[in-house]
């Protein structure tokens, strides 16, 4: 055991900060030359050494235990295992993850921590061959506090996960080979400031590197931007700190170069110094720049800004910056960028990878930043704490603005009524100052970062108002956010999370400070909905600036068993208590970033073009450039005219350069006379009757879209971007048509025809069952329920149960507060049907089947009558009408109830399935804007959405028509005169309910078929707000009719079906 290091205590001392760590500074990049800065090629920066990768590692369970000697060069460390850096020990197998979203893991009683403290000695060589130059250690995280000592002595010490520290290693270091020797402790008083509702992980997490600077060097830079009255000419002032680490007084040469994307010097300034020895010297150069591309996420303009510094005609070093020319100020309710009022449309954005944590890797971080890109996101909140440098590079290259915040939550003190028990301890200032005085000072040339936040959920108080000082005096071209300022004493804007609509409406129509919901539209599971009623909101009011969906992607960390099944972990997965279980999958984007639903819908709910159709006979659309500073003149209009899923015409045309915040009228370059002279409509009949043989194009005649013809509109970028290629989709629309505008006629001339009457169609009674046959189909009915048992056509069985009244879905994230009084107040998940009534008989050749049907929750009063009733016509074709409506003491029952609908069971192998309405993805009332109504295809498999925990899923919304098949073409056409909901799985709702992850769903061996009236919306009440008062489903009546239809392979209905994945 070793406690001689005088560090027993200083992971629990929040009045020591740190032991020798170098002030905070600018990320600098450092190049023997211009051209090298021009380059920015990493591996050609000057004396960079990267220490990531092969370490020896020893864990232990407090750091009381660390061998003696562990420090020294020469300690025989070879029984150690090895281990990656950067890294999380518990992903390594020790210790194990930890998930809480408000609860400290150990007993609240700040500074301690626990004695036993879970420590990691992490030790490795690294060679130089020069000491010439200062040497500096940079850590860019670790998590949560550490020691480290060079060559067996003592190098530093600091706090602070994600922040940088960096240590002067310079007369600890020599010539050939040198020891590094980092121990790092998983809990510190730091811990109190880092309850962020992620994962308990611990380590080197960040990359660890050493690079080399002059005696006489930049220590730091800052810079800002200003405009002129008319945001054309700028001034750019630069504050350089030289500092001389020599016993001489230094004459130093600094001039200052500004290249433009193409490398070409468009301003330089030279100025002429002297630097006292062992002493730093601050500059300050204005340099004017006659109009400069300026910088916004739309069009993100970068500049170089290199600072070569030089002494007796010799090149120090040249330091580098990437910056844009970018301003922002408050004008009465709103912020502007460059003179305009910009609408934030931004994501909550996580450091995480399932495999890594958050250690996150360069490619992913890019990854990211395009997915961004690609659904049109245009700002994220760096939840709960600076990113990577890197980050806000991409941030700055691709175009995203960022509300940089800093590493602080206290969350877990609510818990326990002691919400402002840190942020008013003078005690605690410097700390909760340091770490916003790290973050400012790193990240404050970054022309993306446009406002510094003070932290998260920690409530308010004086450490936090001391925080906003320093960051002003700091940097005072930025604005200030917080949400937990709620009475905007030191905030810039003025934030919230969760709001409901009604609120929002209220801060949206009173003055104010500029308003940004810094957390909304809980992404957990299924969901979130509403996102286009919030959107169209934030459009229509000023002071509404921008919202930030909580969060980017879901924490589940990779799990795989022996049999090689894969699934995502959440809290209490690994035994960890307490735990918020799965709160922690809430993201757009699963944990492997494929896009959810919910990520689609706000691609949708947030394009910049929008478009409304002015004149339907003439196809005069109106856009609108939703854009702030881009025009569309780079954006391709592509159009198409379909119904059924046949193509009636298509083209394209270049999008007028509409500017932003403006609209034009355009017309569809379609030429209506010369196609109808071509007789093209006559083309299209003849495909739609080859497409849909006899009875089957009666049927489809039936349905809601019958005759619809639709118009549908992508903008696509014409060039290649940074972020996407040429033709990636950035809005869209989907218009109905009239037909007889296209086709001068009606499309059904005539009403169709009904189905004959078959002759041989008869029944018989038995105690238990009624059959209905024909030459080629038995329907068999449940004497006691009047419920259809199965129905077989041609030896096929084409039904295996049939319709059930159903009002129960497998329960959805953003049900968890309602359930309780679904299941323990109303019981909705134990519908019971009563048949009170049945009767079967024979008019005019029809079989009719009538039954009175009673369905309600036990131990309620209230519940819905429904009249069903099956005409059956021939061996291949049968109706059903439901009509239900309450009864009983309906002032007891809910006030939103999970769906009204009927299920039926169908064979295993029916595993093809078309239909007509909105697809080709999943979609509900209040989140179906990113679908639109064709003719689609897809496997039973695809209709599934494979959400971390098991919920409903995979509906489909505005449906009117429906095929089911086996791979011979046996099966069954629905048509419903309106559109429904459906949704098509094998596996029960049981099966859902009782799986905690989706390898665990028990499959059954049948389909289950929903045809639902409606379902209840989905909202993002898992946290926030509920389903808004249209997408509520009430207990009300309700109608369904439905056709049947037996198909068979010689039988096509619904063709040109697309696929899933094409548009």
């Known amino acids: 055991m070793n406690t001689s290091y005088g560090a027993e205590c200083d992971w629990q001392n929040h009045k020591l900060l740190h032991i020798d760590r170098l002030p905070g500074r600018s990320y600098i990049k450092r190049w023997k030359d211009v051209q090298g800065a021009l380059r920015d090629d990493e591996s050609e920066q000057l004396g960079f050494r990267n220490l990531n990768g092969s370490w020896k590692f020893l864990f232990l369970e407090a750091p009381e235990l660390s061998p003696f000697g562990f420090e020294k060069p020469d300690f025989d460390d070879g029984a150690w295992e090895d281990i990656e850096v950067p890294s999380h020990w518990q992903l390594k197998g020790h210790g194990r993850p930890h998930y809480t979203d408000l609860y400290y893991p150990f007993p609240v009683r700040p500074p301690f921590v626990p004695r036993a403290n879970p420590t990691g000695i992490y030790r490795r060589q690294f060679f130089l061959d020069d000491l010439s130059r200062r040497q500096i250690l940079r850590f860019h995280g670790v ?39 980092v121990r790092v402790y998983q809990w510190s008083d730091g811990s109190y400031l880092e309850d962020q509702d992620m994962w308990w992980l611990s380590g080197i997490f960040r990359d660890v590197e050493i690079y080399e600077v002059p005696l006489v060097s930049l220590f730091d830079v800052s810079h800002e931007v200003s405009f002129d009255d ?36 468009i301003n330089k300034k030279r100025i002429d110094t002297e630097v006292g020895a062992f002493s730093t010297s601050k500059e300050e150069i204005s340099i004017e720049v006659k109009d400069p591309k300026k910088w916004s996420a739309e069009i993100p303009n970068l500049y170089t800004l290199a600072i070569e510094l030089s002494s007796k005609d010799s090149i120090l070093e040249v330091a580098s910056l990437r910056i844009g020319f970018r301003a922002i100020e408050i004008r009465q309710n709103n912020f502007l960028v460059n003179g305009r009022a910009i609408k934030l449309k931004g994501v909550n954005r996580h450091d995480f990878h399932p495999d890594s944590g958050r250690y996150v890797t360069r490619r992913t971080m890019l990854q990211d930043v395009l997915l961004m890109k690609q659904h049109n996101i245009n700002a994220v909140r760096t939840s709960h704490y600076p990113n990577h440098p890197y980050f806000l590079e991409l941030c700055d290259y691709f175009g995203l603005y960022v509300i940089d915040e800093t590493d602080l939550e206290t969350h877990g003190f609510e818990w326990i009524d002691e919400s402002t028990r840190l942020v008013n301890d003078p005690e605690w200032m410097p700390a909760f100052v340091d770490r ?39 940097d005072s071209s930025r604005l200030i956010h917080y949400e937990g300022d709620a009475q905007c004493e030191v905030t810039d804007v003025y934030s919230t999370m969760y709001t409901r609509m009604p609120r929002l409406l209220e801060i949206a129509k009173t003055e104010g400070k500029p308003h940004i919901l810094c957390e909304y539209a809980h992404a957990m599971g299924n969901g979130p909905g509403g996102l286009a009623d919030f959107q169209a909101i934030i459009e229509a009011y000023p002071r509404l600036q921008g919202a930030f969906v909580w969060e980017w992607m879901d924490h589940g960390i990779r799990r795989r068993d022996n049999r090689g099944r894969e699934w995502f972990e959440y809290g209490g997965g ?62 391709e209009l592509q159009w198409r005219i379909h119904t059924n899923g046949i193509i009636l015409s298509e083209g394209k045309m270049r999008t007028p350069a509409i500017p932003p915040r403006q609209g034009e009228k355009v017309t569809i370059p379609f030429d209506l006379e010369s196609w ?34 639709f118009l549908n509109i992508d903008y696509v970028l014409a060039e290649d971007m940074r972020w996407a290629k040429a033709g990636h989709v950035i809005a869209t629309a989907q218009f109905e048509l009239s037909s007889k505008s296209l086709f001068q006629k009606p499309r059904i001339t005539k009403k169709p025809a009904q189905f004959p009457v078959s002759s041989s169609i008869d029944h018989e009674h038995s105690r238990q069952k009624i059959a209905i046959f024909g030459e080629d189909s038995v329907y068999e009915f449940d004497s006691l329920s009047g419920s259809l048992r199965s129905w077989i056509y041609k030896r096929h069985k084409l039904i295996e149960k049939g319709p059930s009244l159903n009002f129960w879905r497998a329960p959805i994230d953003n049900d968890m507060h309602i359930l309780p009084n679904w299941c323990e107040k109303y019981f909705l998940h134990l519908f019971q ?11 005019s050749g029809e079989i009719i089947a009538r039954s009175l049907i009673w369905a309600s929750p036990p131990s309620q009063g209230w519940g819905f009558e429904c009249n069903a009733r099956y005409i059956i016509r021939n ?11 309450p009864y009983g003491n309906c002032a007891a029952s809910p006030e939103m109830i999970p ?86 799985h094998d596996y029960d709702v049981d099966a859902l309910e009782k799986a905690c992850y989706d390898h665990e769903i028990a499959h059954t061996a049948y389909c289950i078929l929903n045809l639902d009236f409606a379902q209840n919306g989905i909202g993002s009440n898992s946290c926030g707000q509920d389903q808004l008062p249209p997408y509520r489903l009430k207990p009300q009546e309700f109608d369904l009719g439905l056709e049947f239809y037996a198909l068979d392979p010689e039988t096509s209905f619904l063709a040109n079906a697309k696929s899933i994945g094409e548009s």
């Open 143 to 181: 998590d949560s506090a550490f020691h480290v000592w060079i060559n067996g002595k003592l190098a530093g010490f600091s706090k602070g996960s994600r922040l940088l520290s960096e240590f002067d290693i310079t007369s600890l270091v020599r010539v050939g080979k040198n020891v590094i020797v």
């Open 875 to 885: 061996d291949r074709w049968w109706r059903l009408e439901l009509f239900g409506k």
């Open 833 to 843: 049907e009563d048949a009170r009534e049945f009767e079967l008989q024979k008019e």
């Open 899 to 984: 769906r009204i609908g009927i299920k039926l069971t169908l064979p295993l192998d029916f595993d093809a399935i078309r239909w007509r309405g909105y697809g080709p993805g999943e979609a509900y009332c209040d989140s179906r804007s990113a679908q639109r109504v064709d003719i689609w295809k897809a496997s039973i498999a695809q209709l599934h959405t494979p959400y971390i925990r098991p919920q409903e899923n995979g509906n489909r919304y505005g449906t009117d028509a429906i095929s089911i098949t086996d791979r011979q073409g046996f099966g069954l056409a629905i048509i419903s005169e309106k559109p429904i909901e459906f949704s098509y």
């Open 676 to 709: 109808r002279k071509n007789h093209a409509y006559e083309r299209a009949e003849k495909a739609k009757n080859l497409a849909n043989i006899g009875d089957c194009d009666e049927l489809l005649s039936r349905g809601r879209y019958g005759n619809s013809v």
């Open 436 to 474: 916003i005085e790290r973050m400012v000072l790193r990240d404050r040339n970054h022309p993306s970062v446009i406002m510094w936040s003070l932290g998260n959920e920690s409530s308010m108080g004086d450490n936090l108002k001391a925080m906003a000082y320093r960051a002003r005096c700091l």
């Open 574 to 635: 690994f035994g960890d208590v307490p735990n918020n279980r799965n709160f922690c999958i809430d993201g757009l984007v699963f944990p492997d970033r494929r896009p959810s639903p919910g990520l689609l819908e706000y691609k949708k709910a947030i394009e910049p073009i929008h478009t409304s159709l002015i004149d339907a006979e003439n196809l005069i659309i109106n856009i609108d450039n939703k854009y702030d500073f881009m025009d569309l003149g780079d954006i």
């Open 230 to 265: 008319i945001y054309k000419n700028a001034l750019l002032k630069v504050e350089l700190q030289i500092e001389n680490k020599t016993e001489e007084v230094r004459e130093i040469e600094c001039v200052i170069s500004i290249y433009d994307e193409n490398d070409f010097c």
